[in-house]
């Protein structure tokens, strides 16, 4: 763990590289000629650090393009040698680890769908073991942090000493907005517990559509986060894998220079301006804590009146009130419903906790 808190910065990663990284090439190499002109073509915007492109597919289901296999990085490996940028490709097994470092792959990364497999994960460490290549790590399909960070230190501890993290999005059942939900508080609370640890969003797999990419990718630097990795092809409609989220090579270097790259603290005299914004929060957040404590007496005055008189501790139609009720009062001051809901669900949980521990004296 405490190696992770000394991370070098990725932009030490390689020579003359600044904020934000921009990482970009075909989701799946499919030809040669296809590997090699969307790579030339993102190198003339000016704007990207480093080529990708998938070698070998994980996919949901059989019978999809599963990735053209090594051949894939001899492609590779002479966009690299056209462009002069270094390259990165996906890697889920040891085989795929001696077969990218065999070719010249100057940094790998572990997707989302090997993070969820500590044994998956393992495998590539002890394949590395010996090795310090670069390695970015997806956050697991499924919200959870601890599983995020256990692959992290699975690399950490086979002697890697460049370690970034890539924020893709999380499957979550019934969304509709994105294709895998950003739910940035995880991120957020990786970043907390590991300042130095490089970030990067990958918002092709967030959207999984071309026109949210530019909204997702600002949204990123404005948390702070260290680069993007955008998925491009010289013909995105007929791509053998993931069409709607890729974008041709001209777009990406569009979006890049329309992108604003906030100043990762207070410049000059801005400092005391934030100082007093603060200081306000840190008084509404003292009331609110507050008003937490006095709303919980009241709960707990119900929970006994509730056990005095026999009566259960939920009572959804009364939740259904409040929760509609504060809908249409959040509307009313720009707060979401999201919001509202996530707020009152915290709130009403812990009201049915501390009613559980009269109840059940």
Sequence with gaps: MEALQKLPAITEWFPGVERPIVISGPCSAETEEQVLETCMRLKATGKVDMLRAGIWKPRTRPGNFEGIGSIGLKWLQKAKVATGLPITVEVATAAHVQEALKHGVDVLWIGARTTVNPFSVQEIADALK??????????????????????????????????????????????????????????????????????????????????????????????????????????????????????????????????????????????????????????????????????????????????????????????????????????????SDEFIEKYLKAVHQESIDQQNQIMNK
């Design 130 to 335: 010996g090795v310090d290549i670069p390695v970015l790590i997806k956050n697991p399909l499924n919200a959870d942090l601890e599983l995020w960070i256990g692959a992290i230190e699975r690399i950490q501890q086979a002697g890697i000493t460049q370690i970034g993290a890539i924020h893709r999005g999380f499957a979550k059942y019934g969304e509709k907005q994105y294709r895998n939900a950003p739910q940035w508080q995880l991120p957020i609370e990786l970043k907390r517990r590991f300042p130095n640890l490089p970030m990067i969003c990958d918002p092709s797999h967030i959207c999984g559509n071309r026109h949210m990419l530019f909204e997702v990718s600002q949204e990123a630097l404005d948390l702070n986060f260290d680069g993007v990795m955008i998925e491009s092809h010289i013909d995105p409609d007929n791509a053998w894998s993931d069409a709607k989220q890729q974008v041709v090579p001209e777009r990406v270097g569009e979006m890049i220079s329309d992108l604003v790259l906030r100043n990762t603290a207070p410049q000059n005299g801005s400092l005391s301006g934030l100082s007093a914004f603060r200081s306000q929060i840190d008084k509404y957040d003292d009331e609110i804590i507050a008003l937490f404590a006095q709303r919980m007496e009241v709960a707990q005055k119900i929970g006994q009146y509730k056990k005095e008189n026999n009566i259960s501790i939920l009572q959804t139609k009364r939740w259904e009130e409040i929760l509609e009720k504060a809908f249409t009062k959040g509307r009313k001051v720009g707060l």
